[in-house]
């Protein structure tokens, strides 16, 4: 079956512009993850949707940084005025449910650079 | 709040050598640990997971990781390595009531012939 997908593949963009990043998760699963991987870095927790709201967003640095899931299913970051420092490759993840035991399934992740 | 250390950026190794990767925690909550695997250009998997029950667990390519709570760790360790093991290799800690994985920093592993 299909895994995670994430699109694009790699994002270029001038600093101060904003972008989206779409995460499209396995079939089924309610709980969507989004996390943070600066090179030389593991990944850092961003925010996490069960369903359509988000459980936890303690991981979002400011509130540039804002990710929406309106329909369960897909969805959205969202990075408003970006920097350089918002660089990074953005990784989405998703598992059946939010329970403590269930793997999280990992994309290929959107590699940012902010120029 | 829990954290997670890799001890070691990167390990070489000759192929068919042994490998152990250590990884440490601080949590005040019991937790979940696991180890994820980044093969180059490919996006991570779940390699082995600790979640209760005997304190050594096995992957399907020959790792093993053992859990040591009076030690807060969770070493991974293969006694014999391949050039397809040639990764990075994340140790990462879930916590009990959260769904958030805590990711260490990786270790990249170099097998050479």
């Known amino acids: 079956g299909a895994g995670v997908s994430q699109t694009p593949s790699n994002k270029v963009t001038e600093k101060g512009k904003y972008v989206e990043l779409r995460c499209d998760p396995i079939?089924?699963?309610?709980?969507l993850y989004w996390y943070r991987q600066s090179l030389g870095q593991g990944p850092e927790f961003l925010i996490y949707?069960?369903?359509?709201?988000?459980?936890?967003d303690s991981g979002l640095p400011n509130d540039r940084f804002f990710a929406v899931r309106p329909e369960g299913s897909v969805s959205t970051l969202k990075i408003q005025r970006t920097e350089r420092g918002d660089s990074a490759v953005y990784l989405c993840?998703?598992?059946?449910?939010?329970?403590?035991?269930?793997?999280?399934?990992f994309g290929p992740g959107t590699r940012l650079t902010v120029l | 709040a829990q954290s997670v250390t890799q001890l070691d950026s990167q390990v070489p190794v000759f192929e068919e050598a042994p490998v152990e990767l250590r990884c440490n925690y601080s949590?005040?909550?019991?937790?979940?640990l696991f180890w994820y695997v980044q093969y180059p250009n490919q996006g991570l998997q779940l390699l082995l997971k600790y979640l209760s029950g005997s304190t050594l667990v096995k992957s399907i390519n020959g790792f093993e990781a053992e859990f040591n709570k009076s030690q807060t760790s969770f070493h991974l360790r293969k006694p014999s390595v391949h050039i397809s093991d040639t990764a990075e290799y994340f140790c990462?800690?879930?916590?009990?009531?959260?769904?958030?994985?805590?990711f260490g920093a990786g270790t990249q592993v170099v097998v050479t012939p």
């Open positions: 993840a998703s598992s059946p449910t939010g329970t403590r035991d269930n793997e999280q399934f």
């Open positions: 990462a800690v879930r916590p009990d009531s959260w769904g958030k994985l805590q």
């Open positions: 079939s089924g699963h309610t709980a």
């Open positions: 949590s005040s909550v019991s937790v979940y």
């Open positions: 949707f069960q369903g359509t709201g988000a459980a936890d």
